[in-house]
């Protein structure tokens, strides 16, 4: 983690956002963090632990008062990958709000993926906003599954949660998916993103996710060569 958070330095990072698993060594992982970088932690990504305020907690103890932390990531993709549906993620909203309560020092963002405009799809932020724990909108698009684009979901998290800053809190452009035309297109991509984004105002961060390279979400073996814009893809594909 040192390494990778040395290569994002130098490659004109001015922030991160990352991942406190249950499954790792919280202080070791905070620890690898170089003075003065500000990062925003995921307490839970897509491994929900055994006791999920405890590892707040755990979490909370290892972080400085007003350091950034998104609860539960997606939670209403966590609902439908276990079988509960569209619009059915409350046990995941239930639980974010019982970890940020037991971690309250911290400040929270709330994080899913706003694709589209269906109600189900915003119940989860329209939640979390309306507990008063979060203070930013975390907006998670790919254009690989937009329904509507990214300006659209700009404008309705807008009007839908005034006063709110918002964020992306994850964007990219994956090479070579078969849902995107075909060739290099990441800073054409990151440059539409920052358009739009200052077109309705009010966002305060991009997130480009990976960093680096990474396997293809259909665990075929084969690798998307979709990180950081600004790399040369011929160092994406060897990272």
């Known amino acids: 983690m040192q390494r990778h958070y040395a290569h994002a330095v130098a490659q004109g990072a001015v922030g991160a956002r990352d991942g ?20 925003m932690w995921d307490m839970v990504h897509f491994d929900m632990p055994p006791d999920p305020e405890a590892h707040a907690a ?10 950034w932390a998104i609860a539960v990531n997606e ?18 909203v239930s639980t974010a709000l019982r970890m940020m309560r037991a971690a309250p020092h911290l400040r929270y963002a709330t994080c899913d993926a706003l694709h589209d405009m269906r109600p189900e799809t915003w119940w989860a932020t329209d939640r979390l906003v309306e507990s008063g724990l979060v203070e930013v909108v975390g907006i ?4 690989n599954y937009g ?19 918002l964020a992306i809190t994850e964007t990219g452009w994956h ?6 035309p075909p060739g290099e297109r990441r800073m054409e991509w990151l440059a539409q993103v920052r358009q739009d984004c200052e077109s ?37 594909v060897a990272a």
């Not at 990958?81 to 059915?88: A, E, L």
């Open 75 to 92: 939670p209403t993709i966590h609902g439908s990958r276990n079988f509960q549906g569209d619009g059915q993620s409350w046990p995941f």
């Open 140 to 143: 998670n698009y790919y254009p």
């Open 200 to 236: 309705v105002g009010g966002v305060e961060f991009v997130a480009w996710y990976p960093w680096l390279d990474m396997p293809c979400w259909s665990l075929s073996g084969d690798r998307w060569p979709c990180g950081w814009p600004e790399r040369p893809l011929a160092d994406a």
């Open 58 to 67: 755990a979490v909370g103890a290892a972080l400085p008062p007003g350091t």
């Open 175 to 180: 090479v070579g998916h078969p849902n995107l």
């Open 147 to 165: 329904v509507v684009p990214l300006l659209h979901v700009l404008r309705e998290a807008k009007a839908r949660y005034p006063g709110m800053p």
């Open 20 to 39: 406190l698993s249950w499954r790792h060594d919280i202080g070791a992982r905070v620890a690898a963090v170089p003075d003065g970088f500000p990062v």
